[in-house]
């Protein structure tokens, strides 16, 4: 599990976001103490795009989400703090469909998030399918 440095010192929100996914690597979905209570959760792209408000509705997407899946798991590939509130994280998606038995690696695995904090806690998550989506919404450029 090697992560590019973002700076020589990161920020607390990229600390507590690397802190997220590194629970995410190893499989681990149960935390939410992270989220704010009314965080909004949003694909952005992808084959189930969509938006949920609160930590219900962001745990049924996700669970909805993993139920697809044999043994999926995401690696960070970069943390990137875009500002004061805003951490940009590339990752890489892997696992297996349940019912299709498709592997992950066979499609695009190349993704990004988008987390939004304030007051050490994430206020918005948007995950993108393609990361070219994530840094064009960001006004960025690779």
């Known amino acids: 599990m090697v992560h590019d440095e973002v700076t020589a010192q990161p920020s607390g929100n990229v600390d507590l976001v690397r802190s997220i996914y590194t629970a995410w ?45 044999e043994n999926y798991r995401v690696t960070v590939d970069e943390f990137r703090e875009v500002d004061e509130e805003r951490v940009l994280v590339f990752i890489r998606r892997s696992g297996r469909g349940k019912t299709s038995g498709l592997e992950l690696a066979q499609m695009p695995t190349q993704g990004a998030t988008v987390l939004h904090l304030r007051r050490g806690k994430v206020m918005q998550l948007v995950a993108y399918a393609d990361r070219d989506h994530a840094l064009a919404a960001l006004g960025l450029k690779d």
């Open 25 to 69: 690597e190893r499989g681990d979905w149960s935390s939410a103490e992270w989220a704010h209570p009314e965080i909004e959760y949003s694909i952005a792209d992808g084959p189930t795009p969509g938006t949920w408000i609160g930590l219900a509705e962001m745990a049924e997407a996700l669970r909805n989400w993993l139920s697809a899946w």
